[in-house]
C-alpha cells in the first residue's frame, strides 16, 4: 500500500462442494470478531472466479514453520510462553466473550501465525461453528487435524470447547517438546505426542 502497509492474501481454493461454506464461515466470523490475538480481516473478494481474504501480513509466518524449521533457535523458553499464552488468550475470547460461542475445531501450530515480535495470532476459521448460549455442543462430521482431534470428538462427533482445549494442550506439548504430535518416532510404537507424555507426569 502507498502508507507502507503490508497484506496477506488467502485464496480459497476449490476443492470440494463446501469450498463456498468454508469461505462465507471464515468471512462471518472474522467480520464479527476483533482481539490482539486473532488475524485481523481487513477485506475480501467474492466473485465467481476468486474469492480472496486479504490480513494484515504477519512476517513471523506460522508457529509450525519456526518450531519444525531453521528458525527453531529463535524460540527460547520466554518466546514459546509469551506465544502460548498468546494463542490461549485467543482462544479463551471465542469461547468466552463471542456471543455466540466461536468452536475453533482446527487448533494447531500451522493456524498459529507470528508477527515480527514473535505475538502469536490464531488464524483459519473455515471449520469453526458457532454455538449459541443455550447449546452445550454441536453435533457434526469429524473434521480437523489428525494428532490434534480429542478421542470423545473423534468418537462422537459432538464438539463443545473442550474439543479446542484439548488441541490447544496437544499444542502446548508440541512447542514445549519441539516434537510433531504425529512424530515418526511415536508413531513406530504406537503413540502420538499425548501418549508418549504420559510417563513423564507420573514422576512430575
Given at each position: 500500500?502507498?502508507?507502507?502497509?503490508?497484506?496477506?492474501?488467502?485464496?480459497?481454493?476449490?476443492?470440494?462442494?463446501?469450498?463456498?461454506?468454508?469461505?462465507?464461515?471464515?468471512?462471518?466470523?472474522?467480520?464479527?470478531i476483533k482481539h490482539r490475538h486473532l488475524v485481523n480481516l481487513r477485506g475480501y473478494c467474492n466473485s465467481p472466479t476468486s474469492k480472496l481474504l486479504i490480513y494484515d501480513y504477519l512476517p513471523g509466518g506460522s508457529l509450525d514453520e519456526v518450531l519444525h524449521g531453521k528458525r527453531s533457535e529463535q524460540l527460547d523458553w520466554d518466546a514459546r510462553l509469551n506465544i502460548i499464552v498468546g494463542a490461549a488468550k485467543g482462544l479463551a475470547y471465542l469461547h468466552h466473550d463471542c456471543s455466540p460461542r466461536i468452536i475453533h475445531r482446527d487448533i494447531k501450530s500451522s493456524n498459529i501465525l507470528l508477527d515480527g515480535n514473535l505475538e502469536s495470532r490464531v488464524s483459519d476459521f473455515g471449520l469453526a461453528k458457532l454455538l449459541e448460549d443455550e447449546e452445550s455442543h454441536i453435533t457434526t462430521i469429524v473434521a480437523g487435524t489428525f494428532g490434534y482431534l480429542a478421542p470423545e470428538y473423534m468418537q462422537s462427533g459432538r464438539a463443545t470447547e473442550k474439543t479446542d482445549v484439548y488441541s490447544f494442550g496437544v499444542l502446548v506439548l508440541e512447542v514445549l517438546s519441539g516434537k510433531r504430535p504425529t512424530d515418526a518416532s511415536f508413531i513406530e510404537k504406537g503413540l502420538n505426542i499425548v501418549g508418549w507424555v504420559g510417563p513423564f507426569t507420573l514422576y512430575s
Open positions: 500500500m502507498d502508507d507502507g502497509s503490508e497484506f496477506a492474501l488467502k485464496r480459497i481454493v476449490k476443492m470440494n462442494e463446501g469450498f463456498d461454506r468454508f469461505f462465507e464461515r471464515e468471512l462471518e466470523i472474522l467480520g464479527s
